[in-house]
């Protein structure tokens, strides 16, 4: 009776550690998302929004790295429930860098206002991020059914999100030849891309850390965390 | 006796779990002054040797992370030890992080190469490399002492990262006005710098943990984690 009480009360415990992410991965989502449309539509007011809710996303992931410690300190769990913690811990340190992210995107608003954004370019920045957030949205899916194959799946999307963002990168470069004015806001929105690139990889390290909670094993093989623009020497080809 | 026996052979743990942490920060400094040498003196082959050195310091994370939880598991540690434990973990992934990085401005090498930096913005990259290197130097002697005093006091050297970082930028946007066709290699240095300022970050946030392992507590104050640059919109003031 008393093993089956102390079970009941750790896996309340757990449920609650996973409402914790659940709760940060929607805030983490909604910031990166309003963050993209302040940019896009120029709405300052928005990214104000933005950059003060990341102090409640930091607070949160205090708040689940307390309660996974103490949880580890007074259960003293192993096996698959002490990787169930320690996935917790990661999970919340890859949503809370998204929402750095999705803040350091909204910070660029008022740079890039100024100038305004080419039609096209929007479009591409829309288009990435909306890559990035259905990576992301489906991570936090899979992380609430644990499902190791879905999670393999996500991992290998995210080359299309590379792809795109190596053609924004090269497009970037070109509206900057054209125009001498364009190279200060394009130079926030090539920030911006990347922000939105490496949301993409921590959506994937989500999906790293699920398959190696619920399996113990890393994934099998290699995955290229660096985008493909490094040796982009010509704008376009 | 018992008792004494087991907790030696956890200090002995311990002790490994250190020496690990240690030996990944030498290999990622060592990948971070590489890459910048390789950066402004054109070495290729120095480059390919910095991104084969990735490798190497992802399977040391790992095996970070495979003692960290298998010591968690079989000595049941509470308090200052499972802190000492989970602030391995944390400390491991940052370093991880920091060899990213390295790689990342070496992969660039031969991108910038066939332009070639103007003199003013290589020195003006080694030195702000030279910052955060020795950022990284005093943060891995401070773990190795594990002074609270003295990770506070490198918390705060951060901001100096990043008025340089932000004078860099500026100086980058100048260059890529005067002449479109500094405009490829400049935004190539442009991530070389800023993957640089991240790596101040990386040091900053092995401070904080190192600070919470002695203490228990998150340091005081915010730190701002974004660089300065968001709002530039003009080269040069």
């Known amino acids: 009776m008393v093993t089956s009480h102390i079970y009941s009360v750790f896996d309340d415990e757990l449920k609650h550690l996973a409402r914790g992410i659940a709760e940060m991965g929607g805030m983490a989502e909604q910031m990166v998302s309003d963050s993209i449309r302040a940019l896009v539509t120029s709405d300052a007011a928005l ?22 410690i103490l949880m580890i300190a007074k259960r003293q769990p192993v096996a698959s429930d002490l990787r169930e913690i320690i996935g917790s811990l990661r999970i919340a340190a890859d949503l809370e860098r998204v929402g750095d992210l999705g803040k350091s995107n909204a910070k660029r608003v008022i740079a890039v206002q100024s100038s305004g954004i080419p039609r096209p370019l929007a479009r591409g920045i829309e288009h990435l991020a909306e890559l990035a957030l259905s990576q992301l949205k489906d991570v936090l899916d899979v992380y ?32 900057m030849m054209e125009d001498p004015r364009n190279i200060t806001p394009c130079t926030h929105l090539l920030f911006c891309a990347k922000n939105i690139e490496r949301i993409g990889d921590h959506a994937t390290n989500i999906a790293e850390t699920i398959y190696y909670m619920k399996t113990g094993e890393q994934p099998a093989g290699e995955r290229p965390k660096d985008d493909n623009t490094a040796t982009v020497v010509q704008p376009a080809e």
Chains 1, 2 share one sequence.
Do not use: C, H, W
């Open 47 to 68: 990214a104000q929004r933005v950059i003060s809710q990341d102090v409640l996303v930091d607070k949160t992931e205090r708040d689940i790295g307390d309660s996974a």
């Open 144 to 175: 609430s059914t644990r499902s190791a194959e879905k999670a393999e799946a996500i991992r290998r999307r995210d080359e299309e999100i590379d792809a795109m963002y190596t053609s924004l990168f090269r497009e970037m470069l070109t509206y």
